[in-house]
């Protein structure tokens, strides 16, 4: 009932915005699913998380902008916030993956 | 052209949706447990996602707060998960 009042420069480039965030994210899940191992698996899901969730905050505040003929902002904290915790989980989790496919068996005896 | 928003707002939604559940899947059929941690972290993003395309349809402002927290929570869960794989506790000395 909103979108009926919503222009044109609004919507054209937020409806595509969309879309891209959309095929993204499936892609990205997509690729998650499908490949061989973990150290495949852990590249296309970031591309999604980045990319996409840029795109559809970036649509969101094109959409509340218009929406309110005020410039919305707030938005951007999201996307900071996950732009900036992505790569750290990532690694992370990547060097728990490493640490867990080491053989230890000395590791135990010498701190045994 | 509003058609065409609706319809964008539409393939977004089932595109997440989607997304969710090739990570859903990936969660219980996992072989280790560092693949089911990277299945959950993709599944709070594109539920983050989906919850925004709600937020976007409704015009509502009260939802973005509501992804927010579902993004500060997800990380700290997928980073004590990454935190107890790589050693035996969360908190280390």
Redesign the interface.
Known sequence: MNELSLPLWAALPAGILLVCGGLLALIGSLGLLRLRNFFERAHPPTMGTTLGTGCVLFASMLVSSALLHRPVFHEVLITFFVLITAPVSAMTLMRAAVARNRPRPERLNVER | ??T??????D??????V???I??L??LFVGP????R???F??FY??G??TL??L?????S?LY?DV??LI??FG?LG??AL??F??RGEVIGP
Do not use: E, P, Y
């Open positions: 052209m509003n065409f928003f609706g319809l964008a707002a393939f977004a939604s089932f595109c997440f989607a997304a969710m090739f990570a899947i990936r280790s447990a560092q693949d941690v990277l299945a972290d993709t993003i594109n983050m996602l925004l395309m937020g976007i349809r409704s015009g402002m973005f992804a927010m993004a500060v990380f997928t980073m990454a935190k794989l790589l």
